[in-house]
């Protein structure tokens, strides 16, 4: 088993910067790739990035490409979304998770957090 807490969370301006951390506990020494997924209210759960064990590969949704950095720290056993030019439409729970494979499929991924509210105003 492998447990995940997000943090980094909060209300921020349009334009504005937050980096949200997930913290693994348990079974850590697994290579789990990891993801970042939101959930808007009224809105299905979405894709938002994804990394390799080894953070060779990054996938990112196009809406935040350019904006948006996945990466991680295994010594830390902590991944993190750096989220930078924030848009109103990024308010969201934002999600992490750990798979065996870095994908855009949420069915991938065998852990969840509990999810952090990222709000931001216009």
């Known amino acids: 088993q492998v447990q995940l807490v997000e943090s980094g969370g909060g209300l921020v301006q349009a334009g504005g910067s937050l980096r949200l951390s997930c913290a693994a506990s348990?079974?850590?020494?697994?290579?789990?790739?990891m993801g970042w997924f939101r959930q808007a209210p009224g809105k299905e759960r979405e894709f938002v990035a994804a990394?390799?064990?080894?953070?060779?590969?990054?996938y990112y949704t196009n809406s935040v490409k350019g904006r948006f950095t996945i990466s991680r720290d295994n010594a830390k056993n902590t991944a993190y979304l750096q989220m930078n030019s924030l848009k109103p439409e990024d308010t969201a729970v934002y999600y992490c998770?750990?798979?065996?494979?870095?994908?855009?499929?949420?069915?991938?991924?065998?852990?969840w957090g509990q999810g952090t509210q990222v709000t931001v105003s216009s």
């Open positions: 348990g079974r850590t020494s697994s290579n789990y790739a």
């Open positions: 990394i390799n064990w080894s953070a060779s590969y990054t």
């Open positions: 998770a750990a798979g065996t494979v870095a994908s855009t499929n949420s069915e991938m991924y065998h852990y």
